[in-house]
């Protein structure tokens, strides 16, 4: 499986990932504990009770992360050179222990690199949702993408 070369995006496409996750409390909490985070609002369950949501918050660069990854098999599985950065990030919506996500992606913009005759930059959003259809994060991500090989290119494969 491999993802697309940059002449195959195509401007205004949509996918809908068939990848769905469910998130769960050691996630968070290892996550977490991994980048040395130590806000309550995604540790202290105590400390959560008191909160405008009553409850642990997911940590929100998981669900960038994983939001971020569910095009991977799709899109850019080995065709990717590398990102180039985020435009955008927002959480319109919490994500909480137990939500289970799915995302979907819209190729917004592409062009030729100015830099580089073997890649392109795409510009890519991507919208993940809970298992209520909520919007809990939007990315608006550059990526820069490999072109068609020339043996891809002459077989047509």
């Not at 202290?44 to 940590?59: M, P, S, V, W």
């Not at 830099?115 to 919208?127: A, P």
């Amino acid at each position: 499986m491999r993802g697309l070369y940059f002449e195959e995006f195509e401007v205004g496409k949509h996918y809908k990932h068939a990848m769905t996750r469910t998130v769960t409390e050691m996630d968070n909490v290892m996550f977490t504990s991994l980048t040395m985070n130590i806000q309550p609002l995604h540790l202290d369950a105590e400390f959560c009770k008191g909160t405008i949501h009553g409850q642990r918050l997911f940590n929100s660069l998981f669900t960038v992360a994983l939001i971020g990854a569910f095009h991977v098999p799709e899109l850019t599985m080995g065709t990717t050179l590398g990102n180039l950065g985020y435009e955008k990030i927002t959480f319109p919506n919490p994500v909480f222990h137990g939500d289970t996500l799915r995302a979907e992606t819209t190729i917004k913009n592409k062009r030729e690199s100015k830099s580089r005759d073997d890649s392109g930059i795409v510009w890519f959003e991507h919208i993940g949702y809970n298992q209520r259809d909520e919007i809990v994060c939007v990315l608006e991500r550059v990526g820069l993408m490999a072109k068609l090989p020339a043996d891809i290119e002459k077989d047509g494969a």
